[in-house]
């Protein structure tokens, strides 16, 4: 099992940047394939960003790509959320998920609020 905490999260204008970490605690996190997710106001949690473990590859959803980057950290056991080009539609909690063996691990989430 592992958990996780997000942090990061604020308040920002549009265009600006944030960047959001997700600590996780045990000695296995570099086994993990790691998601980043958000959540709107009135709307279901969506898909944002995939990073695997091994090869590291990672995968974005249209409305993130080419400006959002996720990276993670073996040594820290931490994960990353770089987000730029900031857009009022972009205001949601941040979750960050950890997936092995058909298993699911959610953190807490932090808030990011992009003003006009």
């Known amino acids: 099992q592992v958990q996780l905490v997000e942090s990061g999260g604020g308040v920002v204008q549009a265009g600006g940047s944030l960047r959001l970490s997700c600590a996780a605690s045990?000695?296995?996190?570099?086994?993990?394939?790691m998601d980043w997710f958000r959540q709107a106001p009135g709307k279901e949690r969506e898909f944002v960003a995939r990073?695997?473990?091994?090869?590291?590859?990672?995968y974005y959803a249209s409305s993130v790509k080419g400006r959002f980057t996720i990276s993670r950290d073996n040594a820290k056991n931490t994960l990353y959320l770089q987000m730029n080009s900031l857009k009022p539609e972009d205001t949601a909690v941040y979750y960050c998920r950890a997936r092995r063996g058909g298993y699911n691990y959610w953190g807490q989430g932090t808030q990011v609020t992009v003003s006009s």
């Open positions: 990073i695997s473990t091994g090869d590291v590859s990672t």
């Open positions: 045990g000695r296995t996190f570099s086994s993990y394939d």
